[in-house]
């Protein structure tokens, strides 16, 4: 059955250049929309734990649109949708840079900060009461008090969930294909064209993103180790 199988036309010469490059987009991909994320649920849950009526809702119905809309449908709307409304001048600029990178991690990035900005707040939820009191008989307003007190202790008890909304963002990047960005899915499937080996292309981007994945998992796992022991301290 496996008689034909074989790796080495598609790991060898130009066509592991194409993997090489696509899976070298894929990570930079992954780690813009995953900044762009993260800052912007730090964001997101400061402002939601001011206490304003206005600020929670607004915030509350960002997070519920994103986790309702599925990725791909926001990919879509940012790439064919968004441009349509700016200036033409605008439209033509863009025209000149990768759009459709610009776009796949505008919409990743915002996508994803739903989820960070959850995770954030359900690891603010566990933090004692005291500490938002001992940090302002300390003299630390809202915004130092969160900075330098109540958001690390929030990050650390969140890890584990921000640990694994960072390997779905890793496995999200690969639906950037539907708009053409020559991520490490959209080189497998042309790679697929060229060499008419489906299995043998498609297994070895099988493995590599459960490699990244696990690795993810494990790095994620060794931080959370870290800060339990600093805690036991």
């Not at 307003?141 to 650390?156: A, H, T």
């Amino acid at each position: 059955m496996f008689k034909d199988f074989d790796l080495g036309p598609i790991l060898s010469g130009e066509y592991a250049d194409l993997l090489l490059r696509g899976a070298g987009l894929t990570a930079q991909l992954m780690l813009y929309a995953w900044s762009l994320a993260m800052a912007l649920a730090l964001l997101l849950v400061v402002i939601r734990l001011t206490g304003k009526p206005l600020a929670e809702r607004l915030v509350a119905g960002y997070v519920s649109y994103h986790r309702n809309v599925p990725t791909l449908v926001q990919l879509m709307l940012w790439y064919f949708g968004v441009p349509t409304l700016l200036p033409e001048r605008t439209q033509l600029w863009l025209a000149n840079f990768s759009t459709e990178f610009i776009f796949a991690v505008i919409a990743l990035g915002l996508c994803q900060a739903a989820y960070f900005c959850e995770d954030l707040r359900a690891g603010l939820r566990a933090i004692p009461a005291g500490q938002t009191e001992a940090a302002r008989a300390l003299g630390l307003g809202y915004m130092r008090s969160m900075r330098y007190v109540i958001l690390p202790q929030g990050v650390r008890n969140a890890l584990p969930s921000l640990i694994n909304h960072t390997v779905l963002l890793f496995k999200n990047t690969s639906l950037a294909m539907a708009i053409g960005v020559v991520e490490l899915t959209y080189a497998t499937r042309e790679l697929e064209n060229y060499t008419f080996r489906t299995f043998e292309c498609y297994l070895v981007a099988t493995l590599g993103y459960l490699a990244v994945s696990l690795l993810l998992m494990g790095a994620g796992a060794l931080l959370a180790r870290h800060f339990n022991q600093a805690r036991a301290r």
